[in-house]
């Protein structure tokens, strides 16, 4: 099989040491490089908790429900409808779950899906079930899109829960995109997976990288039927990546109400393992084709998100900001061996 480019390089430093004496102390640190997504991430040699459980009553008190333009009181007021072509109702929805355009969009066609009307959803209660509707409106909206016929090829789902992570509401919504083109890191993803498949004859990248990676037994946390789970070789964010990937879904128009179920149920074991890890947010996308591509498989990406207090420090620095490198005090073999047991039996 051929390679599928996942680079290590150790470089070493010493300093004289204040905690011993001022002793010699040699410094490892791992430079990894993802050939297939252009990650670097540094995966620094001591193992951190980055965080303490933050203080959700800090978030609470400052955005309460009575402020909220997502909440039921304000709801009707404060979010815009649809354009009449795209649906004659205003608002996608689906039990208390709703999507709508996003007022500040950051692409033509970026809208935004409360999960339901409920202000606050802690992480430890993200179930499949809590969850469900808000993935549903925006499968309802791309299914509507395609029956448009308008010419868009790409389209993720995304979610910035809680501010850590860029969310600029506490009240839990996803936001979709959908265009012509791909975003600069799907696009990666996309020619990575069209390389390969010219260099080996027509295999598939993600195929391939699930075999390798549940041969390794270093990264690979389950399979729960259609979907692996991974933690990523070259995490995009300090506390690590977990990764899920559709095993041949070629398109979003492949994902079957039960493959959403499987993958809700996933996301959650996912976020209680965050949760009892003192974590209250994250980034998290699954990206996909609107029409099918062989080399391509639906896939998605969740970076758990902290600031440091006490001055609520960000996790994000000049090295990722600036120079594209990630520092990583979380090694991804040991996230995926805390990972494990939280989808046992499944
Ligand atoms: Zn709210």
């Known amino acids: 099989m051929k390679d599928i480019g996942f680079k290590k390089e150790i470089a070493t430093g010493s300093y004289l040491d204040h905690f011993n004496g001022f002793q010699e102390k040699k410094l490892t640190i791992e430079v990894r490089y993802d050939e297939i997504t252009g990650v670097s991430t540094r995966i620094l040699p001591y193992r951190v908790r980055p965080i303490k ?3 959700l009553d800090f978030y609470l008190e400052k955005s309460p429900e009575s402020l909220c333009p997502f909440c039921p009181g304000l709801f009707e007021k404060t979010t815009p409808d649809f354009m009449p072509n795209i649906t004659k109702e205003g608002k996608f929805r689906r039990g208390e779950a709703c999507l709508f355009p996003n007022a500040f969009p950051y692409d033509q066609n970026n809208n935004v899906a409360i999960l339901s009307s409920r202000h606050f959803i802690g992480m430890d209660q993200l179930t499949a079930d809590t969850m469900r509707d808000g993935f549903a409106v925006c499968r309802d ?10 010419g868009y090829k790409y389209c993720s789902i995304n979610w910035n829960y ?8 506490i009240h839990p919504h996803l936001q979709t995109i959908a265009g012509h083109k791909p975003t600069n890191f799907m696009q990666r993803l996309l020619t990575s997976a069209q390389n390969y498949a010219a260099a080996t004859d027509g295999e598939n990248l993600w195929r391939n990288l699930i075999a390798l990676e549940k041969n390794a037994k270093e990264r690979f946390i389950a399979s729960t039927g259609t979907i692996s789970w991974l933690t990523s070789f070259a995490p995009k964010g300090m506390a690590g990546e977990i990764d899920f990937i559709f095993k041949e879904k070629t398109s ?3 994902l079957t109400e039960t493959n959403f179920n ?4 996933g996301l959650s074991r996912v976020f209680s393992y965050l949760h009892a890890n003192d974590f209250i947010s994250f980034n998290m996308t699954l990206y996909a084709t609107m029409t099918n591509n062989r080399n391509f498989c639906v896939q998605g990406k969740i970076v758990p998100r902290f600031v440091v207090n006490p001055l609520g420090t960000s996790d994000l620095n000049y090295f990722e900001k600036l120079h594209n490198e990630i520092i990583c005090p979380t090694v991804p073999e040991e996230l995926c061996r805390e990972l494990q047991p939280y989808f046992m039996g499944s």
């Open 53 to 55: 459980k933050p203080d």
């Open 141 to 150: 909206y791309f299914h509507r899109v395609a029956e448009l016929n308008l």
């Open 162 to 169: 809680m501010p850590p992570a860029g969310g600029g509401l």
């Open 252 to 254: 979003f128009f492949d």
């Open 262 to 265: 499987e993958l809700l149920t």
